[in-house]
């Protein structure tokens, strides 16, 4: 079974930085576009940003300038780069991923989400 595995969340300061990482657990056949959600409480979940394979890059106004999406095709990881955080971008962070495979089993192309990691950012 494939599953993202986040990592990196936490607690921080307004103006400091975390950065979020998020790993394909196996190995797959291919991954198309692979992104960052954020639900904070009472609202509803919205797209932090997203990045194609090829690089391409797309962000939520509240967050240009100040995040960064990258990826890393040959270790399946998607990342990212949190600065001048604001109290406002207090939220459960969660990867998705469209994903073809796993290898060795009858691939197919799924959607996956990860567990999502906490990120605290107190003023």
């Known amino acids: 079974q494939v599953q993202l595995v986040e990592s990196g969340g936490g607690s921080v300061q307004a103006g400091g930085s975390l950065r979020l990482s998020c790993a394909v657990s196996?190995?797959?056949?291919?991954?198309?576009?692979m992104a960052w959600h954020r639900q904070a409480p009472g609202k509803q979940r919205e797209l932090v940003a997203n990045?194609?394979?090829?690089?391409?890059?797309n962000y939520a106004d509240s967050v240009k300038g100040r995040f960064t999406i990258s990826r890393d095709n040959a270790k399946n990881t998607v990342y990212l780069q949190m600065n001048s955080l604001k109290p406002e971008d207090t939220a459960v962070y969660y990867c998705?991923?469209?994903?073809?495979?796993?290898?060795?089993?009858?691939?197919?192309?799924?959607?996956?989400w990860g567990q999502g990691t906490q990120v605290t950012v107190s003023s």
């Open positions: 998705n991923a469209d994903i073809y495979g796993p290898v060795g089993v009858l691939p197919a192309w799924k959607n996956y």
């Open positions: 990045i194609t394979r090829g690089g391409i890059t």
């Open positions: 196996r190995s797959v056949l291919s991954i198309s576009t």
